[in-house]
């Protein structure tokens, strides 16, 4: 059973910048893809970035492309979401999960409890 604990979430203005962690224990990190969904008040939830279990794949949807970062330290058990460049359309709630490689929520096996981030414009 791997137990994940998000952190990092806050109010920000739009333009800003973010680091979320997402802090794995009881299980062997580096054998889990990490991913990052996150979800809107009334929409589903839905993937943001993903990273496979050595760190060298990794994929975005494309409305973050370009301005977030997925990494992973699994020395630290740890996996990062640098969030730069903020817009109000990415105020959500920000879920870390642990599963196999796949952008669908099906594909993660253990979820957090999430993180506010709220963007301010």
């Known amino acids: 059973q791997v137990h994940l ?15 979320l962690s997402c802090a ?11 991913g990052w969904f996150r ?11 993903t990273i496979s279990r050595s760190g060298m794949l990794t994929y975005y949807a494309d409305s973050v492309k370009g301005r977030f970062a997925i990494s992973r330290d699994n020395a630290k058990n740890t996996v990062y979401l640098q969030m730069n460049s903020l817009k109000p359309d990415d105020t959500a709630v920000y879920y870390c999960a642990a599963g196999g490689w796949g952008m669908t929520m099906e594909k993660y096996d ?4 999430g993180t506010q981030v709220t963007v301010s414009s």
């Open 110 to 113: 253990y979820w957090g409890q």
């Open 39 to 49: 979800q809107a008040p009334g929409k589903e939830r839905t993937l943001v970035a």
């Open 5 to 19: 604990v998000e952190s990092g979430g806050g109010l920000v203005q739009a333009g800003g910048s973010l680091r």
């Open 24 to 34: 794995a224990s009881g299980g062997t990190f580096s054998s889990y893809a990490m």
